[in-house]
């Protein structure tokens, strides 16, 4: 932690802020974010983070440094393998270039994202530069926005598809091999329950709506 600098708490009125509405060299095409509130900043970014990679690969805080009136979200790297990436430097550098623009213009209190490594060596430079490079360039950001759509989906596939796919599958097998119910009966009561789960789903989340 920097002298001067203490784990943000609020003593006043917090600042919030509305969702973000501009365009970051277009790069909201693909990827968004809402900035809230200032106490959630960091919440907000492994949230965000998250739809991307796994949220044990670094770990973030948010620190205001008195003396300079400023605060600093700082990221520190659980491994070396996202030290290299640009996808993940891209994420954040957008992220941070959003909530700043959005505590600027509410609160006039500007924000910095400091990058950090395992052993403590900072990768600050390196973030702004190789981030910035993908949302200061259209061409570069259109790439960068495909493989980023790709390793979303991929990740969503993995976390919250397959999970479900092969559980689908140990109980197909389960009924047709062990109850010795035939399969053409099987992938009818699969094909009813999941029609029920969607319903199901549906009112749900009409309930909460």
């Known amino acids: 932690m920097a002298a001067g600098s203490l784990p943000y708490r609020r003593t006043r009125p917090r600042p919030t802020a509305p969702a973000a509405a ?25 949230r965000f983070l998250g739809t991307f990679f796994n949220k044990r690969g670094w770990r973030s805080s948010i620190l205001y440094d008195v003396a300079e009136n400023r605060l600093y979200l700082d990221i520190t790297l659980a491994s070396g393998k996202l030290s290299q990436d640009d996808r993940f430097f891209s994420l954040v550098e957008y992220f941070a270039r959003a909530q700043d623009t959005v505590l600027r213009r509410r609160s006039g209190l500007p924000l910095q994202c400091r990058l950090y490594a395992t052993d403590g060596s900072e990768l600050t430079t390196r973030l ?12 570069r950001g259109a790439g960068m926005r495909r493989r980023l759509a790709w390793l979303g ?28 119910i035939p399969m053409g009966w099987a992938l009818v009561m699969a094909l009813g329950a999941l029609a029920a789960q969607s319903v199901v789903t549906l009112w749900l989340r009409r309930r909460r709506d």
């Open 153 to 180: 989906m991929r990740r969503r596939l993995v976390r919250n598809v397959l999970p479900g796919a092969l559980l689908w599958a140990v109980a197909l097998v389960f009924v047709v091999s062990v109850l010795g």
């Open 22 to 46: 501009s365009r970051v060299g277009g790069y909201n095409r693909t990827v968004t974010t809402e900035p809230q509130d200032v106490e959630t900043i960091s919440a907000d970014l492994d």
């Open 128 to 139: 702004h530069t190789r981030g910035s490079s993908y949302l200061d360039d259209s061409a």
